[in-house]
């Protein structure tokens, strides 16, 4: 087993796993899984700058990262900067800060890859499932982009665009530096016209209607899960390999983009960082549903930060039969 520590960094959150894991079998054993609100990508839609103060709110988290990697004694450290951080003007300013604070230079990853790593992280586990046919089809929706990957045991096809839940709403639902509350009907219009342009995009690459099984990642996705299981509180367990409806979905999207920010705040599973960006989130999702033809999504806990894990102890290995 290899101790090793991944880190997923967003445009809306940045996140951290610590675990053992065995390049021989795929097991992975969690020691430390964690993610903050940091909203690294804010603004960067207008101004192609990551901002000072988001800037900050990451350096705060990775330093806080920083001290539970060392406790835990990981041997390998892995950070995956994924979209603000690749339009940024100044995502030098991003790279030094990591490195003075972890020792380890952030890899601004393509979309392909981003989208390789969430398959293998969500799809180990589900490779033995008799009752998932395949092939999967693999998407994760971020903050500003989400990424599609199609395949049974490996990746056959995979693109990224650019559409995501902070995107969406701070080029749709923001004037005047207020988020209108609830969106009007025009404006959810402009999210799923945009929204249908990415999806044309998308299968352009990946046969999207192709997909027997598909499978769901990232906060806006096991948020909406979470709503729908009609939790209290957050229990990843619970929301782990959930399967939710497509009428479901339709429904919770629908709630959320009625409400205000007060309604939607009050709903215990909804984290508070996510309170203004949840409802575009959750349309991305409706949209890909309705689009794909799925009656219903498998939610995976386990994504890009799991496939980062793997292949951190894959290379470890590797290079220990080299030596």
């Not at 995502?91 to 604070?101: H, N, P």
């Not at 929706?141 to 995501?164: H, M, N, P, Q």
């Not at 729908?228 to 390999?241: K, T």
């Not at 979905?249 to 409400?259: D, K, M, Y």
Request: charged residues 30%.
């Amino acid at each position: 087993m290899k101790r090793v520590a991944a880190i997923d960094c967003g445009t809306n959150s940045i996140r951290l796993l610590v675990a053992d894991a065995d390049p021989a079998t795929g097991e992975l054993k969690d020691l430390d899984r964690r993610m903050q609100i940091v909203r690294l990508g804010q603004g960067v839609d207008r101004t192609g700058r990551l901002a000072p103060e988001a800037l900050e709110r990451t350096f705060a988290a990775c330093r806080e990262y920083a001290a539970v990697i060392k406790g835990l004694g990981a041997e390998q450290v892995r950070f995956v900067a994924t979209s603000a951080s690749r339009d940024a003007e100044n995502r030098d300013d991003f790279v030094r800060g990591v490195v003075d604070i972890l020792g380890v230079e952030p890899e601004v990853i393509t979309g392909d890859q981003e989208a390789e790593f969430s398959f293998n992280g969500a799809t180990k586990e589900l490779l033995g499932r008799a009752d998932l046919e395949r092939p999967f089809l693999v998407v994760d929706i971020g903050g500003g982009s989400t990424e599609f990957v199609l395949g049974a045991d490996s990746v056959r096809a995979a693109r990224s665009v650019d559409v995501g839940c902070v995107r969406m709403t701070e080029r749709h639902l923001v004037h005047g530096g207020e988020i209108s509350d609830p969106p009007t009907e025009g404006q959810i219009a402009a999210i799923k016209a945009d929204v249908a342009t990415a999806l044309d995009r998308a299968e352009e690459t990946v046969p999207l209607r192709e997909a027997a099984t598909l499978v769901g990642l990232a906060g806006s996705v096991t948020t909406v899960a979470a709503i729908a299981l009609g939790l209290d509180r957050y229990e990843s367990e619970a929301i782990h390999h959930s399967r939710i409806s497509l009428a479901r979905v339709r429904e919770i999207t629908g709630r959320l983009l009625s409400s205000t920010h007060a309604e939607r705040a009050a709903i215990p599973v909804v984290h508070p960082g996510r309170v203004d960006v949840i409802a575009a989130g959750a349309l991305v999702l409706l949209s890909i549903m309705e689009r794909t033809g799925a009656a219903e999504v498998v939610v995976s806990e386990h994504d890009i930060l799991d496939g980062i894990a793997h292949k951190v102890a894959e290379d470890m290995e590797d290079k220990k039969d080299k030596d």
